[in-house]
């Protein structure tokens, strides 16, 4: 691979070199004809009487014509070189900042992403360039470190039900007077296990979906998506003694209907899992200006407003009992997060004073 890379750099240094050759030789011809062609008329004078004398009273022969194209060629035969040399040193000035930006993104792609170019002054192209490049590396360092954690995270988070399902299963069958009823509610508690591993590795797919992007874009009304989540959502509400209120006026917005629908799923039950009895969720759609936008107010503990960023990345939880309840999986908020994106929305999340959260999503009207 270096050898094929080293001829395409000297081919374009040679392509260079030629054009500014040729740059240079047009111009010395163009100079050569401008001064031959006058010179050509040029007759030589011929004091009439003495030498010495000042008064120039006849013309002598013209230049020869065979004189000019001899003197002119000889000066075309010696700019040849001249150009050449000329164009390679001005192209190999001209690539080495280039060579030099290649060989350490080379170095940076293929070891260390902490690194970068670091060109300084002078500002020019190359410079900007280099900037351009050392944003990318930087985009993806953070790509490959929230990857590596994300991975440590969900394999965490996948060998926990696994390892408690293993136990269960070897404590059931290393008791010697186990009866019918005792296997059968080892079996309700490994279904149990199976279906919290099974919930998990859903969300954990919609999350990937989520950041995949958008496959498809149709018309939707925010109001209805969200009537729709609410009808599965009430009877767990109720049992919490969550009170739900609700705003709905049409926001028609376009984007993945699916992806939308996980969206306001999401933000409904992480208010409703992380309430306290007695307190509430107020949930809004509404069209204000060229936006369609979805609030979800809960109430809840309060949150430290700095750390609130936190809960938008996989597996992050601010408290112990966000998770004590057994039915979350630190995914939803990064669910949202994820498909927030993916529609260019935006996402604007506060820490209200007397706790809880308050979460809008505002996404382009369907009109604009």
């Known amino acids: 691979m270096t050898a094929p890379r080293q001829l395409a750099r000297r081919s374009l240094q040679t392509r260079l070199a030629l054009a500014y050759a040729a740059g240079i ?21 011929k004091p009439k009487g003495s030498p010495s004398s000042g008064g120039i009273t006849g013309t002598g022969d013209a230049i020869s014509l065979p004189q000019l194209l001899t003197g002119s060629a000889a000066a075309l035969v010696v700019l040849v070189p001249v150009a050449l040399a000329l164009g390679w040193f001005v192209a190999g000035r ?9 060989a350490a993104a080379r170095n940076i792609s293929a070891g260390d992403l902490h690194q970068r170019l670091d060109l300084g002054e002078p500002t020019d192209e190359l410079t ?37 399902l293993r136990t269960l299963l070897e404590v059931a069958l290393a008791d010697p007077d186990a009866d ?9 508690e490994a279904l149990a296990l199976g279906g919290h591993q099974e919930r998990l590795v859903k969300a954990l797919l919609v999350l990937a979906t989520s950041e995949r992007g958008i496959s498809r874009r149709d018309t939707l009304d925010l109001a209805q998506t969200v009537e729709e989540v609410l009808a ?10 969550i009170d739900l209120v609700e705003h709905l006026t049409p926001a028609v917005t376009v984007g993945d209907p699916r992806l939308i629908e996980s969206l306001v799923a999401n933000l409904i039950d992480n208010a409703i899992r992380h309430n306290h009895p007695g307190g509430h969720v107020e949930i809004t759609t509404q069209t204000s200006g060229p936006q369609a936008a979805f ?6 503990p309060a949150l430290p407003a700095d750390q609130l960023q936190r ?20 995914l939803g908020l990064a669910i949202v997060n994820a498909v927030t994106e993916a529609h260019h929305a935006t996402l604007t999340t506060g820490a209200r004073p007397e706790g809880g959260l308050s979460i809008t999503v505002r996404f382009a009207h369907a009109s604009a």
């Not at 599965?232 to 003694?241: D, M």
Request: charged share 20%; with cysteine; proline share 4%.
């Open 25 to 45: 030789y047009a111009a010395g011809v163009f100079v050569l004809v401008c001064v031959a062609v006058p010179l050509a008329g040029v007759r030589s004078a």
């Open 94 to 102: 001209f690539l080495h900042p280039l060579r030099a930006i290649t």
């Open 128 to 164: 900007e360039l280099g900037r351009t490049l050392d944003d990318l590396f930087a985009r993806l360092q953070a790509s490959f470190d929230a990857q590596r954690h994300f991975v440590a995270n969900a394999s965490h988070e996948l060998r926990t039900p696994l390892a408690g």
């Open 180 to 188: 019918a009823d005792t296997l059968r509610s080892a079996c309700q």
């Open 232 to 241: 599965s959502r009430r009877a767990q509400a109720t049992e919490r003694g």
């Open 295 to 300: 609030m979800v107010v809960n109430s809840g």
């Open 311 to 330: 809960l938008f990345q996989p597996f992050q939880r601010l408290a112990p009992d966000r998770h004590g309840r057994g039915d979350g999986y630190g």
